[in-house]
């Protein structure tokens, strides 16, 4: 069987402000777009990063992105996002030119969410995100951070951050590729290198 090469797909975006807690109001609002992202199974996306400016929002800025982590093949089914509008929980981002990246291996990759089925227990989160990087064939070493949540369905979901260490570019790529736990069209699981100190 071929390998599928999984890379980056980033769109600048354009607008004032979106609520911090925006993954399950973007993924609606692109799957109203374009619907075959809301079908989509082998496809991630990252949350739009900006300032926080209080009252739950964040400012878009001029650097203010928005990335699917998807198979290169399927990059035709979303360039025509470009120069769409998004309605994401009451605020408009306007969508623009994309730019494709290659990841990056790197032996330390942090996710700000990360989220599994009954997360709320944190032992039993641990184990399952455990279990999950071991089917990976990966040995990295876990870390988990902050308990967070975010809605979903007008629902509270528990979350954490995870960063995992200690791992082979291999290891890292594959990670990257299929991130871990649920909600990834919602930026959960959706792993970056890290770059804290």
């Keep these: 069987m071929p390998i599928t090469r999984v890379i980056d797909l980033q769109f ?16 609606s609002g692109v799957s109203k777009v374009l619907p075959v992202f809301h079908a989509a199974e082998n496809v991630g996306m990252g949350l739009v990063r900006g300032k926080y400016i209080g009252d739950g929002r964040i400012s878009i800025a001029p650097v203010s992105s928005m990335t699917f982590r998807l198979p290169v093949d399927l990059v035709s089914n979303y360039i025509n996002l470009a120069g769409k509008s998004l309605d994401v929980g009451g605020y408009s981002l306007r ?14 990759l942090y996710a700000h969410l990360v989220t599994t089925r009954n997360g709320q ?4 989160f641990e184990r399952e995100i455990a279990r999950q990087l071991a089917q990976q064939g990966s040995r990295g070493r876990i870390t988990i951070g ?12 528990v979350s954490y951050s ?35 100190a």
Aim: hydrophobic content about 40%; charged content about 20%; proline content about 5%.
């Design 12 to 27: 600048q975006v354009f607008g004032s402000t979106i609520n911090v807690d925006h993954g399950y109001a973007l993924f």
């Design 95 to 108: 969508i623009g030119v994309p730019s494709s990246h290659a990841l990056i291996p790197a032996p330390v």
């Design 121 to 124: 227990d944190q032992d039993r």
């Design 146 to 157: 902050k308990r967070r949540t975010f809605r979903v369905h007008g629902r509270q979901v």
């Design 162 to 196: 995870v960063l995992v260490s200690e791992l082979t570019a291999e290891e890292s790529i594959v990670l990257q590729e299929n991130g871990l736990g649920g909600r990834r069209k919602m930026g959960c699981g959706f792993f970056l290198p890290w770059k804290g």
